[in-house]
């Protein structure tokens, strides 16, 4: 889940503790009210949804590019967060930017492909509808929901409700801080089944409090084929080929999908989630794909140098169903990431500079984020995974690999909760070592 907080502090800095920043808002002078007019202009026709596909690869390129910025914030670490629902926070943002504000945004989402804002919108709304209907079909369980809590004192735009009607919620914050932030953070606990509790801490909102914007997204899926508990046995993994430690090793025999990749010089192992009715389901839209390199030194950090879009889906698209024993950890892992020097890293600035533009959401007020938080969490068994998360903003050479009849996730390797259908990374992490799994 994503959050971005606002509030009117001129001096934020001067808030910060270790391990959280004041949420707070520089006051800066407005842009002219015209630069708003595009978001507030003439709706898109209905036939706009036909560019869905782009918003979707925009989504696989931003994942791919955050996971990269992460893995190089937090090296050596393990590492689980949701690119889904960092991009949805982010895109509620750009609805409300405008100015150089919003060509960030537009750079940094990869939404050049779009004719104007309310064409994203368009799109944005249309994916919404769809998956809604895909959850109505399938026992596997993913939801999404955005909010974006104004205080009742902002002035919105006119055009606002009309556009963003479903995901606005105006309150009384300024009177009321602590009562909206324990709102917010039950909202997110609701979404996420109890997984994620407590998002907010105290103080994280307070009456200077403009706009808290939030992303919250949930995944529970069942294994088509499901391992079997009584073969789960403690297994070595090789943090490295001096250091192992022992975890509980899953273990399943049958027929996957499986590309030994010679671009990304890996393994890539697909493990279906039941999305249909049937018993068993070969044709899974949702799956968790396993990068797996070989275990040797930077193997994974050349894997990762070369892991795109491009390269995913060209190791996804080659893959073809083989039998195979398939060993994978069981494990559950939590983390909370501060993503402002991420989001800076990938070059989102100026919605943190006290000259940010957001006359698409007040040109009455003036609107820049102080802070952006991440909280995830998977957990991975015998029956298949669940994972939630939220965000706030307050060797191989030149030879091809060998076919294998083992896949043995007993060293660090990289994970995906993919949605073929949509081409989006939903949920991706990094599993280094056990030891320091929280």
Known sequence: MIMLAVDHCAKFARHLSRFRMKVCLSLVLLLPALLSAEFCGTPTDPSMSSIRPNLYRGQQEFSVAMLDAIRKATPNENVFFSPYSTYHALLLAYFGATGETEQELTKTLRLSWAPSKEAVRSAYRTEKQARALRAKEMPLEFSSADR??????????????????????????????????????????????DQIKDMLAAGDIDSRTQLVLANAAYFKGQWSSRFNADKTEQMLFYTSSENYSFVPMMKQKGNFLLNPDERLGAHVLQLPYRTSMKETDEDSDISMVIILPPFNTDALERVLAKLNAETLEAALKEASSREIEVSLPKFEFEQRLELVPILREMGINQIFDSNASFNDFSTEQSINFGDAKHMAKIKVDEEGSIAAAATVLVSFRSARPIEPTKFECNHPFVFLIYDHKASAILFTGIYRDPKTMK
């Open 148 to 193: 974006l809590y104004f205080d009742n004192q902002v002035k919105l735009a006119s055009c606002l409700d009309s556009r963003l009607h479903d995901e606005i919620v105006q309150l009384n914050i300024r009177d009321n801080a602590e009562q909206t932030r324990q709102q917010i953070n039950s909202w997110i606990a609701n979404v996420t089944h």
